[in-house]
């Protein structure tokens, strides 16, 4: 619809920002709701970082979500700062709220645990999780299923002491297992997850072998190009269910879209082929 000087504003900060599916995501929202609103990609240098975020309730913006290299440093440029955000040591979506404040969040984690749950029959006292990998992505699916529950959280990443450093921070249910131990983890796991970038078009493929892995456990990839990853290929053909990346992506949108726009919007099979469209 044609803005009006009502319109409500948000958008992306990245740097670079141009390969972020946000705007593609959200302006299908928009228009599929006829929100008078506008979502935009803003290509912000680090270095401005503090200041643009600062300029927003300046320029009438709700909020804005934070890509790469942002997120991190959006911590400490919040004015609030929700406790799971923290815990992840990201923010990756900012509300303005009504005195004009910047309050942080991160929907990583929730993003994951709906699409998790979306997706397949998982539940969080199924049994122990393994992780693959110890980047941010793998912070927020730890402290997701830590905070949903789950027992016994293992970590496996090439760099021992990355995983043994977000074990240590997020205590509990999390520890650290060897990468080279990655395949035996398996045994007894409820729930595999791949938060590495083995397996996407132009990186490594992963290796591992799925034998000690139960048939009904979840497996869950977190890189979506491509959809269908060698690892989820092979956990199909061994019968197990098979999560895609695709979805986590899609639904941490949807808090921000809601605190924005005022409509809480749905993660449907139209959505997902519309965001496909812009990943080809
Ligand atoms: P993100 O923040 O998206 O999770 P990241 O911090 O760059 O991204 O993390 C990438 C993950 O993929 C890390 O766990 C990384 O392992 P290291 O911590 O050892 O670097 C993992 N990864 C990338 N390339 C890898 C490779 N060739 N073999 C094993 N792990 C790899």
Known sequence: MTLTGKARLAGVMGWPVAHSQSPRLHGYWLSQHDVDGAYLPLAVQPDDLAVALRAL???????VNLTLPHKERAVELCDEVSEPARRIGAVNTIVVDADNRLVGSNTDAFGFLANLRDASDWRADAGPAVLLGAGGASRAVAVALSDAGV???????RTARRAEA??????GAVHAVPWAARSDALADAALLVNT????MRGQ???ELDLDALPTQAVVNDIVYAPLETPLLAAARARGNPA???????LHQARPGFEAWFGVRPEVTPALRDFV????N
Request: net charge negative.
């Open 166 to 171: 977000l074990a240590e921070t997020l205590g």
């Open 151 to 157: 027992e016994s959280i293992a970590i496996a990443n």
């Open 57 to 63: 309730p300046a320029l009438g913006f709700r909020g």
């Open 243 to 249: 999560v895609d990346g695709l979805g986590m992506l």
């Open 196 to 199: 590495t970038t083995l397996g």
């Open 204 to 206: 490594p493929p992963l």
């Open 276 to 279: 496909l469209g812009g990943l």
